[in-house]
């Protein structure tokens, strides 16, 4: 149990579907992340939430959608998505790096294992 | 450009000990982190390297060298638990991290 729940572990999803996953931290972190994960692949950062406001986008496609509404929770909406987009998804969350705290460290959920047919 | 390179995968023997080395060439460095990630599971923070030298926190060990872009992270003892993938992760100038792709390191019995 590392404080980050991700539902649903896994999806299955045609390509004309919409779908939204969910991400929620229970360590009071003020930062929120969204990964993406592919076999043999460096994970990639796709968003990034700091104090509830986005503050990077790695020029991830449109059919990602994003949504924070709070410190705790985290959503990707998905639409429209393609085979390609096929991975595991993975949330984690942060304190911001400050002087004082340096290290910052992640913990991750344990990632939402989506298909698309 | 940024980049993190580790071996794919290793294998190695129960009670033995295993070094994962980890190269890196970012913009800027702001510390070094190793994670674990079991099959299935979420990766797990090892250990964090900003200043040259080595951490040691009980069976495993992380070493930094600045100058040189290289770490390693060396795991005593192995025990089939320890059966993962290991994350090498670099935060640069601007506070991004920057990921390897990981090592697979089986154990033996």
């Known amino acids: 149990e590392t404080g980050v729940t991700q539902t649903p572990r896994h999806l299955v999803m045609g390509m004309t579907n919409k779908k939204s996953l969910k991400c929620e931290q229970h360590?009071?972190?003020?930062?929120m992340y969204w990964y993406k994960q592919s076999a043999k692949k460096p994970l990639e950062l796709m968003f990034v939430y700091s104090l509830e406001e986005r503050v990077e986008n790695n020029s991830v496609p449109s059919r990602f959608s994003p949504e924070c509404p709070n410190s705790s929770h985290l959503f990707l909406h998905l639409h429209t998505l393609q085979p390609e987009d096929s991975a595991l998804y993975l949330c984690?969350?942060?304190?911001?790096?400050?002087?004082?705290?340096?290290?910052?460290?992640?913990?991750f959920g344990e990632g939402s294992r989506l298909t698309v047919l | 450009g940024q980049n993190i390179d580790q071996p794919t995968e290793m294998t190695a023997t129960e009670g033995a000990i295993v070094q994962i080395n980890c190269t890196y060439q970012?913009?800027?460095?702001?510390?070094l982190f190793w994670y674990q990630q079991h099959a299935g599971e979420a990766p797990t923070f090892l250990s964090y390297n900003v200043l040259d030298g080595l951490e040691e926190k009980g069976r495993f060990s992380s070493f930094l060298s600045r100058s040189k872009g290289y770490s390693y992270l060396l795991l005593k003892e192995l025990q089939m638990k320890d059966s993962a993938s290991y994350l090498c992760?670099?935060?640069?100038?601007?506070?991004?991290?920057?990921w390897g792709a990981g090592t697979k390191l089986i154990i033996k019995p």
């Open positions: 992760a670099v935060r640069d100038s601007n506070y991004q991290l920057i």
């Open positions: 970012t913009s800027g460095f702001n510390g």
């Open positions: 360590l009071g972190h003020n930062a």
């Open positions: 984690a969350s942060s304190q911001v790096v400050v002087a004082a705290d340096p290290t910052g460290e992640l913990f």
